[in-house]
């Protein structure tokens, strides 16, 4: 059944304008009767009309019709029409007649109560099923005694024809019971979360933990701390799940998080650390007056236009206005003052017309505001324990119509949030980190969190994801980048020499080599504008401290490499996101902001300025011309401590416990090594010291600058080998890389004793500093 928009009332033609009024009268008022005594369908209006009410009105005018034609025998002129009518009726639908009044004041009563009318999904399904019903019973009725009417005969008799009656009785007696079923099995599929992005990107880089090689944490670079002693494995329960924990789980969920609560020896939260926020709920009194306001205001200013239904979100309701007919949209768009006036709030944000729909919307905020946690979107989202889905699979928070929002962030795969303070922005990232930890192990994501104002990512201190300690110090950060760059050309350069185009394909090849994969690394930018204010102090010349350089050239390229960049900032102003970061980062969610110009820094739009804060956001995801409006998600503090914490727990523990782990408050206060020496903690500082050695040797004894020899040699990653070359070129014994092509080797074999003897001397004079004992950077690419 083809699915109807807009069923505009029957033209009662030229009757005129009275007859006109008299038929909207009626239609209206059988509407408003009807959904006076039915239950109130999603959407639905009791008080003002609908679309629909026009069909439906005629739907139930023909039932009562036909119900007193089969079922009543009056005399007279009436009696003789009525019974002309049935007549009429037997000779089309035969002893269905009889039933046919009660279908048609069933669908009548589904039309009026329904704002989508014939195109709502339950009618349909039901039309289509009594529909089948109806044809079979007609054939069967045909076939035993020729009482099918005109109907039975070509469901009937016609087919038996050319197949015999034998064979059509079976047949009609399947499609009748199907019909039936399908008419009773009134359940609507569960409302599936919207995906923003791609959302079942299917990623096998990692699959189960099963098919990682035992020692499978690959650090992006030596110097993080996970890197060296091999996590726990599967026999040591770390952290079983606490009792009870999935069974406030949907069964789907609980189960996908049994399967894949070990992976490649770590243990992944459960789920159940996450706890679900405020009930939603449909409609309110508050609501229905606001609707009521809405529509006086309308006829205040003699506008044709009546307010439907309305969605009420978990922060706005939006109230849906259909526009009569010669009226200028203009005319409602131009109320927006108006509205505010009368409500009594200024964030009133008008949308014309609403996506997909020929309405335009007027969001108001609610009173009563619900707290839309991650909980609820992840236990939401069946997918969200499954290892096929994406492993940079974010909760974002809801909709406007309270479904689940999600996204990839690779296939963002970048993100510029803005918003002023109190906007949510804080509240964002801790669902995007909490998000990826919940399902990512360090093995497959590493985290590089920025934080120059020092208290907002400070929860995740300690995790094993982190390949350097939080770094607070904006120089440092600005550092950090730059390190993230070369990051990003040593994998290009380890895509090149494995001959992929992308991460997910190096990934594919590793692991059918028995290869450690390469991980995601996730970069976390928080605030922008401190790092955007060392660039601003420094030289004009001084490259080391540039920020928007290194910026641009991840947004350019990282994406294929793995590396995925969020930028956050409270001061979106155009020296802090300049232009060439903005046309690089197609992904925006803006929470909100102080003014107009601020909102279309972020979003190119207006928009964010109406917002309400504490997550009231606008998301535009790469590719999209409109913003959707959500309510970010609301992790609380406890939750963050309890996941990372899971994780902390799981950290290897110091080979050498004597040394102690540099914090970070220590390793920001050493002096600034340059971007290679990354601070980090040295407990595998050791066996760090022992393979750079062994790598120093095989590159010098064969004179052959190769990244993936290291890897054959070494049995290491990828990130691994090309870290170790890295060092080697800052202690000038290969030169820089040369895309797929191997390095030059700078010493000769008789040199290595004396490199041997001159890293001694760096790593005794770093050991007294507390600083990681590699060697200083000598040249620079
Ligand atoms: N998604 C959310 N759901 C419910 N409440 C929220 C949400 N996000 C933020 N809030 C509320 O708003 C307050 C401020 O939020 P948040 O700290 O995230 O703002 P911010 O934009 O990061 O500000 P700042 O830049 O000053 O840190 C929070 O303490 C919390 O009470």
Same mark, same amino acid.
């Given at each position: 059944?083809?699915?109807?928009?807009?069923?505009?009332?029957?033209?009662?033609?030229?009757?005129?304008?009275?007859?006109?009024?008299?038929?909207?009268?009626?239609?209206?008022?059988?509407?408003?009767?009807?959904?006076?005594?039915?239950?109130?369908?999603?959407?639905?209006?009791?008080?003002?009309?609908?679309?629909?009410?026009?069909?439906?009105?005629?739907?139930?005018?023909?039932?009562?019709?036909?119900?007193?034609?089969?079922?009543?025998?009056?005399?007279?002129?009436?009696? &003789?029409? *009525?019974?002309?009518? =049935?007549?009429?009726?037997? @000779?089309?639908?035969?002893? !269905?007649?009889? +039933? #046919?009044? %009660? /279908?048609?004041?069933?669908?009548?009563?589904?039309?009026?109560?329904?704002? &989508?009318? *014939?195109?709502?999904? =339950?009618?349909?399904?039901? @039309?289509?099923?009594?529909? !089948?019903?109806? +044809? #079979?019973? %007609? /054939?069967?009725?045909?076939?035993?005694?020729?009482?099918?009417?005109?109907?039975?005969?070509?469901?009937?008799? =016609?087919?038996?024809?050319?197949?015999?009656?034998?064979?059509?009785?079976?047949?009609?007696?399947?499609?009748?019971?199907?019909?039936?079923?399908?008419?009773?099995?009134?359940?609507?599929?569960?409302?599936?979360?919207?995906?923003?992005?791609?959302?079942?990107?299917?990623?096998?880089?990692?699959?189960?933990?099963?098919?990682?090689?035992?020692?499978?944490?690959?650090?992006?670079?030596?110097?993080?701390?996970?890197?060296?002693?091999?996590?726990?494995?599967?026999?040591?329960?770390?952290?079983?799940?606490?009792?009870?924990?999935?069974?406030?789980?949907?069964?789907?969920?609980?189960?996908?998080?049994?399967?894949?609560?070990?992976?490649?020896?770590?243990?992944?939260?459960?789920?159940?650390?996450?706890?679900?926020?405020?009930?939603?709920?449909?409609?309110?009194?508050?609501?229905?007056?606001?609707?009521?306001?809405?529509?006086?205001?309308?006829?205040?200013?003699?506008?044709?236009?009546?307010?439907?239904?309305?969605?009420?979100?978990?922060?706005?309701?939006?109230?849906?206005?259909?526009?009569?007919?010669?009226?200028?949209?203009?005319?409602?768009?131009?109320?927006?003052?108006?509205?505010?006036?009368?409500?009594?709030?200024?964030?009133?944000?008008?949308?014309?017309?609403?996506?997909?729909?020929?309405?335009?919307?007027?969001?108001?905020?609610?009173?009563?505001?619900?707290?839309?946690?991650?909980?609820?979107?992840?236990?939401?989202?069946?997918?969200?324990?499954?290892?096929?889905?994406?492993?940079?699979?974010?909760?974002?928070?809801?909709?406007?119509?309270?479904?689940?929002?999600?996204?990839?962030?690779?296939?963002?795969?970048?993100?510029?949030?803005?918003?002023?303070?109190?906007?949510?922005?804080?509240?964002?990232?801790?669902?995007?980190?909490?998000?990826?930890?919940?399902?990512?192990?360090?093995?497959?994501?590493?985290?590089?969190?920025?934080?120059?104002?020092?208290?907002?990512?400070?929860?995740?201190?300690?995790?094993?994801?982190?390949?350097?300690?939080?770094?607070?110090?904006?120089?440092?950060?600005?550092?950090?980048?730059?390190?993230?760059?070369?990051?990003?050309?040593?994998?290009?350069?380890?895509?090149?020499?494995?001959?992929?185009?992308?991460?997910?394909?190096?990934?594919?090849?590793?692991?059918?080599?028995?290869?450690?994969?390469?991980?995601?690394?996730?970069?976390?930018?928080?605030?922008?504008?401190?790092?955007?204010?060392?660039?601003?102090?420094?030289?004009?010349?001084?490259?080391?401290?540039?920020?928007?350089?290194?910026?641009?050239?991840?947004?350019?390229?990282?994406?294929?490499?793995?590396?995925?960049?969020?930028?956050?900032?409270?001061?979106?102003?155009?020296?802090?996101?300049?232009?060439?970061?903005?046309?690089?980062?197609?992904?925006?969610?803006?929470?909100?902001?102080?003014?107009?110009?601020?909102?279309?820094?972020?979003?190119?739009?207006?928009?964010?300025?109406?917002?309400?804060?504490?997550?009231?956001?606008?998301?535009?995801?790469?590719?999209?011309?409109?913003?959707?409006?959500?309510?970010?998600?609301?992790?609380?503090?406890?939750?963050?401590?309890?996941?990372?914490?899971?994780?902390?727990?799981?950290?290897?523990?110091?080979?050498?416990?004597?040394?102690?782990?540099?914090?970070?408050?220590?390793?920001?206060?050493?002096?600034?090594?340059?971007?290679?020496?990354?601070?980090?903690?040295?407990?595998?500082?050791?066996?760090?010291?022992?393979?750079?050695?062994?790598?120093?040797?095989?590159?010098?004894?064969?004179?052959?600058?190769?990244?993936?020899?290291?890897?054959?040699?070494?049995?290491?990653?990828?990130?691994?080998?090309?870290?170790?070359?890295?060092?080697?070129?800052?202690?000038?014994?290969?030169?820089?890389?040369?895309?797929?092509?191997?390095?030059?080797?700078?010493?000769?074999?008789?040199?290595?004793?004396?490199?041997?003897?001159?890293?001694?001397?760096?790593?005794?004079?770093?050991?007294?500093?507390?600083?990681?004992?590699?060697?200083?950077?000598?040249?620079?690419?």
């Amino acid at each position: 059944m083809a699915r109807r928009k807009q069923q505009p009332a029957p033209e009662p033609g030229a009757l005129g304008p009275i007859a006109r009024a008299a038929w909207q009268g009626l239609t209206i008022g059988t509407g408003r009767a009807v959904r006076g005594i039915t239950p109130l369908a999603d959407g639905a209006d009791r008080g003002a009309g609908q679309p629909h009410d026009g069909l439906g009105t005629l739907l139930l005018l023909t039932g009562m019709v036909l119900g007193a034609a089969m079922w009543t025998h009056p005399a007279g002129t009436a009696g &003789a029409a *009525l019974a002309g009518i =049935a007549a009429l009726a037997g @000779t089309l639908i035969g002893v !269905l007649a009889y +039933a #046919a009044p %009660a /279908g048609l004041l069933y669908l009548a009563v589904q039309v009026l109560r329904m704002p &989508a009318g *014939l195109g709502s999904p =339950a009618l349909i399904r039901q @039309t289509g099923g009594a529909a !089948l019903t109806a +044809a #079979a019973i %007609a /054939g069967v009725a045909d076939l035993a005694a020729g009482a099918g009417g005109l109907l039975g005969r070509i469901t009937g008799a =016609a087919p038996a024809a050319l197949v015999t009656a034998w064979v059509m009785l079976p047949v009609l007696v399947l499609s009748a019971t199907a019909g039936l079923i399908t008419v009773t099995g009134f359940t609507l599929p569960r409302p599936q979360p919207r995906p923003v992005a791609e959302l079942d990107d299917l990623d096998d880089d990692f699959d189960d933990g099963s098919a990682l090689p035992p020692a499978a944490a690959a650090p992006v670079s030596p110097a993080a701390p996970a890197a060296t002693p091999a996590p726990p494995t599967p026999a040591a329960p770390v952290h079983p799940a606490p009792a009870g924990a999935t069974q406030a789980r949907p069964a789907a969920t609980a189960a996908g998080e049994q399967t894949a609560a070990v992976v490649g020896g770590w243990h992944l939260p459960p789920l159940s650390l996450l706890t679900a926020g405020d009930p939603p709920k449909k409609r309110t009194a508050a609501g229905d007056e606001i609707k009521a306001k809405l529509q006086g205001v309308l006829a205040e200013f003699k506008v044709n236009a009546s307010v439907g239904g309305y969605r009420r979100g978990p922060a706005v309701t939006r109230y849906e206005i259909t526009v009569g007919p010669g009226v200028k949209v203009s005319k409602i768009t131009g109320l927006e003052q108006n509205f505010a006036l009368v409500l009594g709030t200024p964030n009133v944000r008008i949308l014309s017309p609403i996506p997909g729909k020929s309405a335009v919307g007027v969001e108001i905020p609610n009173s009563d505001r619900e707290t839309v946690s991650l909980g609820d979107v992840i236990h939401a989202y069946a997918a969200w324990s499954h290892r096929s889905s994406h492993r940079l699979l974010i909760g974002l928070g809801k909709d406007i119509d309270g479904r689940p929002v999600t996204a990839v962030l690779a296939d963002m795969p970048h993100l510029l949030v803005g918003g002023a303070t109190g906007s949510g922005k804080s509240g964002f990232l801790n669902s995007l980190l909490t998000s990826v930890l919940t399902r990512a192990t360090p093995d497959e994501v590493r985290l590089l969190l920025i934080d120059p104002k020092r208290v907002e990512l400070a929860a995740y201190t300690g995790l094993p994801h982190l390949v350097t300690p939080i770094v607070t110090n904006p120089v440092k950060a600005v550092e950090a980048l730059h390190w993230l760059v070369r990051e990003m050309e040593q994998r290009y350069d380890a895509l090149a020499e494995a001959g992929v185009r992308n991460i997910e394909d190096f990934n594919r090849k590793a692991r059918a080599a028995g290869a450690t994969p390469l991980p995601y690394l996730l970069a976390v930018v928080d605030e922008l504008a401190d790092l955007m204010m060392v660039a601003g102090k420094a030289a004009k010349d001084d490259d080391e401290l540039d920020v928007e350089g290194p910026i641009v050239r991840i947004l350019q390229l990282a994406r294929a490499a793995g590396i995925h960049l969020v930028l956050a900032t409270q001061r979106p102003s155009v020296d802090v996101v300049t232009g060439l970061i903005k046309a690089n980062l197609p992904s925006r969610l803006a929470f909100a902001v102080a003014s107009l110009p601020d909102s279309r820094v972020i979003i190119d739009a207006p928009g964010a300025e109406k917002l309400l804060g504490r997550g009231d956001g606008l998301f535009i995801p790469v590719g999209a011309s409109t913003p959707i409006r959500l309510q970010g998600a609301w992790v609380t503090e406890k939750e963050i401590a309890a996941v990372v914490g899971h994780w902390r727990r799981q950290q290897p523990a110091p080979a050498a416990p004597a040394r102690a782990a540099v914090q970070p408050a220590e390793a920001e206060a050493a002096p600034a090594p340059g971007p290679t020496a990354v601070p980090r903690s040295n407990v595998d500082a050791d066996a760090d010291r022992a393979l750079f050695l062994q790598a120093i040797e095989l590159v010098v004894a064969s004179q052959f600058g190769s990244t993936s020899m290291l890897q054959r040699k070494l049995r290491i990653g990828y990130a691994k080998a090309g870290r170790l070359m890295d060092l080697m070129q800052d202690a000038g014994i290969v030169g820089p890389s040369e895309g797929s092509k191997a390095r030059d080797v700078l010493v000769k074999p008789d040199e290595l004793a004396r490199i041997r003897v001159e890293l001694d001397a760096d790593d005794q004079a770093n050991a007294d500093s507390n600083v990681v004992p590699f060697p200083q950077r000598q040249q620079r690419r």
